[in-house]
């Protein structure tokens, strides 16, 4: 077995460990339904509930329905607990949850997540030496403004940050490549973001259900090029080539019956 191998296979040992006994899943929903506890918190535990399941279907299962009807359910449960509370905090999370919708392949949970920008702080991604503007590229990218998203690119490129945040400078150069429709472009910088060095020095931003399986944001940014019309091709098995069609599935399933509230 090769390294990398043993690497998932430990990560989904750890995921079905997860699933096996650290969800009680009644427990949680009643909580929410009932605004028990911290419904909030309560919520974001589903959402995870569900990416592990989505990772574990794909990646055990290699069902890709079953994956895209599990991240459907977490974005669902994104979309739920942001609009129990306006976090304007994290945006490098914010960022990262796009995943979910974009690989659930469902236009209309991604059309929401690309236009909401309660959680972002609207002077701070204005900001090229900040995290929020790097986090703020990805709605733009979804959105398909490609005029403020170049101009933005280009601001950074040409005055690039000295501090942490230099180690996401390569994503604009996607960013700029994806804005001008230079598929080349788009798919020299995905394998330059694969690097082994960037994906090790941007490991603590992955998630537990997601490391060693993904790197999120190539999966992110090569699911934006496919939602545009961009084939782009990606030769890392950190970014599976089953999940980049845009093929929504015929109907699915909310998942919890107070997903549909409101």
Known sequence: MRNTDLTKEKRLAHIKDHLDGGFNIERLVSNVQNRAGDPLACTMRLSSHALAQAMLSWFDERNLAKLKQYCYVAASLDRH????????????????QLLKPLVSNNRSLIQWFAYYDDGYDQKRIEN??????????????????????????????????????????IDHHFYLALSTGDKRGMEEALQAILSPKVVKGRAIDESGFTEDLIFTPAVIYAKIAWLHGYEVSVNSDLVPPEWLPI??????????DFLSEG
């Open 81 to 96: 607990w942001y609009l129990m509370e306006v976090d304007q905090t994290s945006p490098g999370a914010n960022f990262l």
């Open 128 to 169: 090229h030496k900040t995290h929020d503007f790097w986090a703020y590229q990805g709605v733009l990218a979804v959105r398909g403004d490609w005029r403020r998203l170049r101009e933005r690119s280009e601001k950074i490129l040409n005055n690039p940050p000295t501090t942490t945040e230099k180690k996401y400078l």
């Open 247 to 256: 093929t929504p599935l015929d109907t699915y399933e909310k998942g919890y």
